[in-house]
């Protein structure tokens, strides 16, 4: 069974972060140079928030907050879902699906941040999968395999 440590050897650990005290706009900067959806809110290595796209749109612009002026803490989601490197594929898209989350922090036993996987990698790496399939099917059926 296919697990996300998979996904993140594929795109890489690396994920975008930000510090509560930092400003919206801030963020939204970050997150338009990086061209990403979500941020994850660390405080000493540890996950303490997430500041996405949809929280920006109603925490800030609906509420007609001041991006240069409302800090990240003031906005962020702190009941984070996260998973970690040893999550199912498959366990990870339920996650999604039913708390209609677009990012999941992957984070160690400690709640150390060691990556991010987005509905996008998840649909991805589905789609992966399926074209090694057809790939193999047809290898098979014209006797190559």
Do not use: F
Request: proline share 3%; net charge neutral; with cysteine.
């Amino acid at each position: 069974m296919a697990r996300v440590q998979s996904i993140l050897e594929g795109k890489g650990g690396a994920v975008l972060s930000i510090g509560p005290k930092a400003t919206v706009l801030e963020a939204a900067h970050l997150m338009n140079q990086h061209k990403v959806g979500a941020l994850v809110v660390t405080l000493g290595g540890e996950v303490s928030g997430i500041i996405t796209e949809r929280d920006v749109l109603v925490r800030v612009v609906g509420e007609q907050r001041h991006p240069a002026q409302t800090l990240v803490e003031d906005v962020m989601s702190t009941h984070v879902t996260c998973c970690t490197p040893d999550t199912s594929i498959e366990e990870a898209r339920t996650l999604m699906r039913d708390r209609r989350i677009r990012h999941l922090p992957v984070v160690d036993k400690q709640r150390h941040l060691r990556g991010m996987i987005s509905i996008g990698d998840l649909n991805a790496w589905q789609i992966d999968g399926h074209e090694q399939t057809i790939h193999d099917l047809h290898q098979y059926i014209h006797g190559r395999a």
